[in-house]
Protein backbone atom coordinates (compact mmCIF):
# COMPACT_ATOMS: atom_id res chain seq x y z
CA UNK A 1 0.00 0.00 0.00
CA UNK A 2 1.12 3.58 -1.22
CA UNK A 3 1.66 6.45 0.99
CA UNK A 4 -1.28 8.63 2.03
CA UNK A 5 -2.30 10.70 -1.11
CA UNK A 6 -1.69 13.87 0.45
CA UNK A 7 1.98 12.27 1.06
CA UNK A 8 2.48 11.28 -2.26
CA UNK A 9 1.50 14.90 -3.73
CA UNK A 10 4.21 16.73 -1.65
CA UNK A 11 6.70 14.08 -2.51
CA UNK A 12 6.12 14.25 -6.38
CA UNK A 13 6.17 18.10 -5.88
CA UNK A 14 9.65 17.76 -4.49
CA UNK A 15 10.99 15.00 -6.46
CA UNK A 16 10.60 17.03 -9.53
CA UNK A 17 12.48 20.32 -8.36
CA UNK A 18 14.63 18.35 -7.32
CA UNK A 19 15.15 16.52 -11.01
CA UNK A 20 15.41 20.28 -12.33
CA UNK A 21 18.66 21.23 -9.66
CA UNK A 22 19.97 17.85 -10.59
CA UNK A 23 19.17 18.73 -14.53
CA UNK A 24 20.96 22.30 -14.41
CA UNK A 25 23.90 20.47 -11.84
CA UNK A 26 25.49 18.40 -14.05
CA UNK A 27 25.02 20.72 -17.18
CA UNK A 28 27.01 23.09 -15.06
CA UNK A 29 31.10 23.48 -15.92
CA UNK A 30 33.13 21.81 -13.95
CA UNK A 31 35.88 23.76 -11.97
CA UNK A 32 38.34 21.49 -12.61
CA UNK A 33 37.67 19.41 -15.92
CA UNK A 34 40.47 17.02 -15.08
CA UNK A 35 39.55 16.33 -11.93
CA UNK A 36 38.25 13.03 -10.81
CA UNK A 37 34.05 12.77 -10.38
CA UNK A 38 34.32 11.80 -6.83
CA UNK A 39 35.44 14.84 -5.99
CA UNK A 40 32.44 16.79 -7.16
CA UNK A 41 29.98 17.09 -3.62
CA UNK A 42 26.10 16.47 -5.02
CA UNK A 43 24.26 19.55 -4.50
CA UNK A 44 22.73 20.69 -1.33
CA UNK A 45 19.16 22.09 -1.13
CA UNK A 46 17.94 23.82 1.93
CA UNK A 47 14.58 24.41 2.87
CA UNK A 48 13.22 27.47 5.11
CA UNK A 49 11.29 26.29 7.96
CA UNK A 50 9.56 28.38 10.06
CA UNK A 51 7.53 24.81 11.73
CA UNK A 52 4.16 25.55 10.63
CA UNK A 53 2.51 23.26 8.79
CA UNK A 54 3.40 23.84 4.91
CA UNK A 55 7.47 24.19 5.30
CA UNK A 56 7.63 21.48 7.80
CA UNK A 57 5.25 19.08 5.11
CA UNK A 58 7.77 20.23 2.47
CA UNK A 59 11.09 19.65 5.15
CA UNK A 60 9.45 15.76 5.52
CA UNK A 61 9.25 15.58 1.46
CA UNK A 62 13.00 17.18 1.27
CA UNK A 63 14.52 14.31 3.21
CA UNK A 64 12.32 11.24 2.09
CA UNK A 65 13.40 12.30 -1.89
CA UNK A 66 16.86 13.60 -1.45
CA UNK A 67 18.80 10.76 -0.40
CA UNK A 68 16.85 8.86 -2.97
CA UNK A 69 18.84 11.34 -5.88
CA UNK A 70 21.74 11.51 -4.41
CA UNK A 71 21.23 15.24 -3.05
CA UNK A 72 22.10 16.12 0.19
CA UNK A 73 19.06 17.90 2.24
CA UNK A 74 19.82 20.39 4.85
CA UNK A 75 17.21 23.05 6.48
CA UNK A 76 16.97 26.70 8.10
CA UNK A 77 14.55 28.77 10.47
CA UNK A 78 14.75 32.48 10.71
CA UNK A 79 14.16 33.77 14.31
CA UNK A 80 12.20 36.86 13.68
CA UNK A 81 12.58 38.27 17.81
CA UNK A 82 8.87 39.41 17.11
CA UNK A 83 7.18 37.41 19.90
CA UNK A 84 8.39 36.33 23.19
CA UNK A 85 10.00 32.80 22.76
CA UNK A 86 10.54 33.00 19.31
CA UNK A 87 14.21 31.82 20.27
CA UNK A 88 12.58 28.38 21.56
CA UNK A 89 10.65 27.43 19.06
CA UNK A 90 13.49 28.75 16.62
CA UNK A 91 15.28 25.91 18.67
CA UNK A 92 12.15 23.45 18.31
CA UNK A 93 12.22 23.65 14.35
CA UNK A 94 15.76 23.01 14.53
CA UNK A 95 15.39 19.72 16.31
CA UNK A 96 12.46 18.46 14.22
CA UNK A 97 14.41 19.17 11.32
CA UNK A 98 17.55 17.02 12.46
CA UNK A 99 14.59 14.52 13.80
CA UNK A 100 14.04 14.44 10.23
CA UNK A 101 17.73 13.79 9.19
CA UNK A 102 18.65 16.94 8.07
CA UNK A 103 22.09 18.20 7.85
CA UNK A 104 22.97 20.76 8.08
CA UNK A 105 20.45 22.44 9.83
CA UNK A 106 20.82 26.44 11.19
CA UNK A 107 18.91 28.64 13.34
CA UNK A 108 19.63 32.79 12.12
CA UNK A 109 18.10 35.36 14.15
CA UNK A 110 17.17 38.30 12.58
CA UNK A 111 16.63 42.23 13.57
CA UNK A 112 13.20 42.95 11.41
CA UNK A 113 13.15 46.92 10.47
CA UNK A 114 10.51 48.72 9.81
CA UNK A 115 10.99 50.13 5.97
CA UNK A 116 7.56 49.56 3.87
CA UNK A 117 5.59 47.91 7.01
CA UNK A 118 5.71 45.02 9.08
CA UNK A 119 5.36 42.16 6.91
CA UNK A 120 7.57 43.81 3.95
CA UNK A 121 10.27 43.93 6.64
CA UNK A 122 9.91 41.00 8.07
CA UNK A 123 10.15 39.48 4.52
CA UNK A 124 13.29 41.41 3.78
CA UNK A 125 14.95 40.39 6.49
CA UNK A 126 13.93 36.93 6.39
CA UNK A 127 15.12 36.51 2.65
CA UNK A 128 18.45 38.19 3.50
CA UNK A 129 19.28 35.92 5.92
CA UNK A 130 18.19 32.74 3.20
CA UNK A 131 20.52 33.97 1.05
CA UNK A 132 23.67 34.66 4.06
CA UNK A 133 22.56 31.06 4.87
CA UNK A 134 22.74 29.55 1.30
CA UNK A 135 26.06 31.37 0.44
CA UNK A 136 27.33 30.16 3.35
CA UNK A 137 26.84 26.54 3.25
CA UNK A 138 27.21 26.40 -0.66
CA UNK A 139 23.47 25.61 -1.33
CA UNK A 140 22.05 24.84 -4.73
CA UNK A 141 18.61 26.13 -3.47
CA UNK A 142 16.33 26.83 -1.39
CA UNK A 143 13.37 25.68 -0.80
CA UNK A 144 10.05 27.68 0.29
CA UNK A 145 6.61 26.12 1.50
CA UNK A 146 4.21 28.65 -0.93
CA UNK A 147 0.95 27.25 -1.84
CA UNK A 148 -1.53 27.71 -4.16
CA UNK A 149 -3.69 29.74 -1.23
CA UNK A 150 -0.42 32.20 -1.22
CA UNK A 151 -0.38 32.28 -4.71
CA UNK A 152 -4.05 33.23 -4.83
CA UNK A 153 -3.55 35.85 -1.71
CA UNK A 154 -0.29 37.55 -3.77
CA UNK A 155 -2.23 38.09 -7.11
CA UNK A 156 -5.66 39.86 -4.77
CA UNK A 157 -3.06 41.82 -3.22
CA UNK A 158 -1.43 42.96 -6.15
CA UNK A 159 -4.87 43.28 -7.93
CA UNK A 160 -5.70 45.74 -4.78
CA UNK A 161 -2.57 48.17 -5.46
CA UNK A 162 -3.39 48.64 -8.75
CA UNK A 163 0.30 48.10 -10.27
CA UNK A 164 0.19 46.57 -13.38
CA UNK A 165 0.27 42.49 -14.79
CA UNK A 166 3.37 42.07 -13.29
CA UNK A 167 2.08 42.20 -9.94
CA UNK A 168 -0.93 39.60 -10.64
CA UNK A 169 1.74 37.08 -11.66
CA UNK A 170 1.99 36.85 -7.88
CA UNK A 171 5.49 34.20 -7.19
CA UNK A 172 7.69 32.52 -9.71
CA UNK A 173 8.46 28.91 -9.30
CA UNK A 174 11.71 30.05 -9.78
CA UNK A 175 13.37 33.21 -8.25
CA UNK A 176 16.08 34.80 -7.17
CA UNK A 177 19.70 35.45 -7.79
CA UNK A 178 21.20 32.54 -10.41
CA UNK A 179 17.16 30.63 -9.46
CA UNK A 180 18.45 30.03 -5.75
CA UNK A 181 14.49 29.78 -4.87
CA UNK A 182 12.39 27.39 -5.41
CA UNK A 183 8.20 26.69 -4.61
CA UNK A 184 7.14 23.13 -5.03
CA UNK A 185 3.77 23.57 -3.90
CA UNK A 186 2.90 25.94 -6.12
CA UNK A 187 0.65 23.73 -7.61
CA UNK A 188 -1.13 22.36 -4.23
CA UNK A 189 -3.38 23.68 -2.06
CA UNK A 190 -2.54 24.39 2.33
CA UNK A 191 -4.83 21.71 3.14
CA UNK A 192 -2.40 19.19 1.09
CA UNK A 193 0.43 20.23 3.44
CA UNK A 194 -1.58 20.29 6.46
CA UNK A 195 -2.99 16.80 5.78
CA UNK A 196 -0.07 15.50 4.98
CA UNK A 197 1.87 16.57 8.46
CA UNK A 198 -1.16 15.01 10.10
CA UNK A 199 -1.11 11.23 8.42
CA UNK A 200 3.01 11.56 8.87
CA UNK A 201 2.47 13.09 12.99
CA UNK A 202 4.31 15.42 12.53
CA UNK A 203 4.17 18.77 15.04
CA UNK A 204 3.12 21.95 13.19
CA UNK A 205 3.03 25.43 15.00
CA UNK A 206 0.52 27.96 14.07
CA UNK A 207 2.11 31.15 14.01
CA UNK A 208 -0.67 33.62 15.92
CA UNK A 209 0.96 36.49 13.28
CA UNK A 210 -1.29 34.42 10.51
CA UNK A 211 -4.57 35.01 12.23
CA UNK A 212 -3.64 38.64 13.76
CA UNK A 213 -6.28 40.74 11.97
CA UNK A 214 -3.70 43.79 11.79
CA UNK A 215 -1.74 42.11 8.97
CA UNK A 216 -3.26 42.86 5.56
CA UNK A 217 -2.68 39.15 4.13
CA UNK A 218 -4.06 38.04 7.38
CA UNK A 219 -7.19 39.80 7.14
CA UNK A 220 -7.30 38.63 3.50
CA UNK A 221 -6.41 35.05 4.45
CA UNK A 222 -9.50 34.90 7.33
CA UNK A 223 -12.01 37.22 5.85
CA UNK A 224 -11.52 38.41 2.08
CA UNK A 225 -11.17 34.82 0.47
CA UNK A 226 -14.18 33.21 2.38
CA UNK A 227 -16.22 35.86 1.33
CA UNK A 228 -15.24 35.24 -2.58
CA UNK A 229 -15.40 31.73 -2.11
CA UNK A 230 -18.94 32.45 -0.74
CA UNK A 231 -20.15 34.50 -4.01
CA UNK A 232 -18.01 33.09 -6.31
CA UNK A 233 -17.89 29.00 -5.46
CA UNK A 234 -14.65 26.93 -4.24
CA UNK A 235 -12.77 27.62 -7.39
CA UNK A 236 -11.89 31.00 -7.00
CA UNK A 237 -8.38 29.93 -5.41
CA UNK A 238 -7.37 27.72 -8.03
CA UNK A 239 -8.34 30.34 -10.98
CA UNK A 240 -6.15 32.78 -9.05
CA UNK A 241 -3.87 30.87 -9.10
CA UNK A 242 -3.75 29.94 -13.14
CA UNK A 243 -4.25 34.29 -13.59
CA UNK A 244 -0.76 34.42 -11.77
CA UNK A 245 0.40 31.97 -14.80
CA UNK A 246 -1.15 33.37 -17.50
CA UNK A 247 0.03 36.74 -16.09
CA UNK A 248 3.54 35.85 -16.05
CA UNK A 249 3.75 34.50 -19.25
CA UNK A 250 2.48 37.90 -20.34
CA UNK A 251 4.71 40.40 -18.85
CA UNK A 252 7.50 38.21 -19.69
CA UNK A 253 6.80 38.18 -22.94
CA UNK A 254 6.57 42.32 -22.25
CA UNK A 255 9.49 42.92 -20.86
CA UNK A 256 11.32 40.75 -23.95
CA UNK A 257 9.54 43.13 -26.28
CA UNK A 258 10.79 46.01 -23.88
CA UNK A 259 14.24 45.17 -23.86
CA UNK A 260 14.31 44.47 -28.11
CA UNK A 261 12.54 48.37 -28.24
CA UNK A 262 14.96 49.91 -26.22
CA UNK A 263 17.48 49.48 -28.47
CA UNK A 264 15.40 51.29 -31.37
CA UNK A 265 14.36 54.14 -29.46
CA UNK A 266 17.57 56.09 -28.43
CA UNK A 267 19.51 58.09 -30.85
CA UNK A 268 23.58 58.21 -31.64
CA UNK A 269 24.08 59.58 -27.91
CA UNK A 270 22.49 57.37 -26.43
CA UNK A 271 19.29 59.11 -25.29
CA UNK A 272 15.55 58.48 -25.59
CA UNK A 273 13.64 59.61 -28.89
CA UNK A 274 10.41 60.81 -27.95
CA UNK A 275 8.89 60.67 -31.20
CA UNK A 276 9.59 56.81 -31.11
CA UNK A 277 8.82 56.38 -27.64
CA UNK A 278 5.49 57.45 -28.44
CA UNK A 279 5.23 54.86 -31.59
CA UNK A 280 5.50 51.72 -28.82
CA UNK A 281 2.33 50.11 -26.95
CA UNK A 282 1.66 52.19 -23.76
CA UNK A 283 2.77 48.52 -21.95
CA UNK A 284 5.95 48.52 -23.62
CA UNK A 285 6.84 52.06 -23.65
CA UNK A 286 6.04 51.93 -19.77
CA UNK A 287 8.75 49.06 -19.49
CA UNK A 288 11.00 51.12 -21.24
CA UNK A 289 11.01 54.14 -19.26
CA UNK A 290 10.89 51.90 -16.24
CA UNK A 291 14.21 50.28 -17.36
CA UNK A 292 15.77 53.58 -17.48
CA UNK A 293 14.64 55.05 -14.56
CA UNK A 294 16.14 52.40 -12.89
CA UNK A 295 19.51 52.26 -14.80
CA UNK A 296 19.77 56.02 -13.79
CA UNK A 297 20.22 55.18 -10.08
CA UNK A 298 15.90 54.99 -9.12
CA UNK A 299 15.41 51.93 -6.89
CA UNK A 300 13.27 49.56 -8.63
CA UNK A 301 11.18 48.57 -4.88
CA UNK A 302 10.46 52.49 -4.34
CA UNK A 303 9.08 53.08 -8.22
CA UNK A 304 5.42 52.61 -8.42
CA UNK A 305 3.33 52.81 -11.63
CA UNK A 306 2.60 56.65 -10.86
CA UNK A 307 6.11 57.57 -11.02
CA UNK A 308 6.01 56.15 -14.67
CA UNK A 309 3.09 57.42 -15.47
CA UNK A 310 4.22 60.47 -14.84
CA UNK A 311 7.32 60.66 -16.93
CA UNK A 312 4.82 58.82 -19.38
CA UNK A 313 2.71 62.48 -19.75
CA UNK A 314 6.34 63.87 -20.93
CA UNK A 315 5.94 61.64 -23.58
CA UNK A 316 2.28 61.35 -24.36
CA UNK A 317 0.52 64.47 -22.70
CA UNK A 318 3.48 67.43 -23.30
CA UNK A 319 2.28 70.84 -22.46
CA UNK A 320 5.83 72.34 -21.69
CA UNK A 321 5.93 70.88 -18.02
CA UNK A 322 8.44 70.73 -16.19
CA UNK A 323 10.76 67.50 -14.54
CA UNK A 324 9.70 64.58 -12.93
CA UNK A 325 11.51 63.79 -9.40
CA UNK A 326 11.61 60.37 -8.93
CA UNK A 327 13.26 58.29 -6.05
CA UNK A 328 16.97 58.09 -5.89
CA UNK A 329 17.41 61.38 -6.74
CA UNK A 330 16.58 60.63 -10.25
CA UNK A 331 14.81 62.86 -12.39
CA UNK A 332 12.89 62.69 -15.74
CA UNK A 333 12.66 65.59 -18.26
CA UNK A 334 12.01 66.26 -21.60
CA UNK A 335 14.58 68.72 -23.82
CA UNK A 336 14.14 69.37 -27.28
CA UNK A 337 12.14 65.75 -28.99
CA UNK A 338 14.32 63.90 -26.15
CA UNK A 339 13.97 62.21 -22.87
CA UNK A 340 16.95 62.88 -20.43
CA UNK A 341 16.26 60.60 -17.26
CA UNK A 342 19.44 61.14 -14.61
CA UNK A 343 20.37 61.53 -11.39
CA UNK A 344 19.59 65.29 -10.39
Keep these: MGPHPAVAAIRLAVRRVLHDLLTEHNRAPAALPHAPSHETPPPLVLVACSGGADSMALASALAFEAPKLGVRAGGVTIDHGLQPG ?21 SVAVS ?64 GAGGRYRRPFLELDRQTARKACMVQSLPVWDDPHNADPAYTRSRLRHEGLPALE ?28 ATQA ?83
Aim: charged share 25%; net charge positive.
Design 112 to 175: VGRAGGPEAAARDARYAALDTAAERHGAAAVLLGHTRDDQAETVLLGLARGSGIRSLSGMAAVS
Design 86 to 106: SDVRAAEVVLRLRELGLDPVD
Design 230 to 257: KALGKGVVEALARTARLSRDDADALDTW
Design 262 to 344: EATVRDATGHLECAKLYALPPAVRRRVLRRAAIAAGAPAGSLFARHIEEVDRLITGWRGQGAINLPGKVVARRQGGRLVIRQG
